[in-house]
């Protein structure tokens, strides 16, 4: 069986006034092409970056990634 990861970040962005990657990108310290491959579920980021991510939506982890 095959365990993934996967993530609300694209809803998340959208739903904090339409938040671009870029603008996710900065915040976090990360390029936009990092963010564009982490909502793609194409790469799985660190667990300092993926704090970080789940910081700017002041939301936890729990609700930013799931992992199946």
């Known amino acids: 069986m095959s365990k993934s990861l996967s993530n609300n970040i694209r809803r998340l962005r959208f739903e904090a006034g339409e938040m671009t990657q870029q603008m996710l990108a900065d915040k976090i310290g990360v390029t936009r092409q990092t963010v564009f491959a982490i909502e793609k579920d194409k790469y799985s ?16 982890l729990e609700e930013v990634f799931t992992y199946d």
């Open 45 to 60: 980021p660190s667990l300092e970056v993926a704090f970080k991510i789940s910081n700017v939506f002041e939301i936890p």
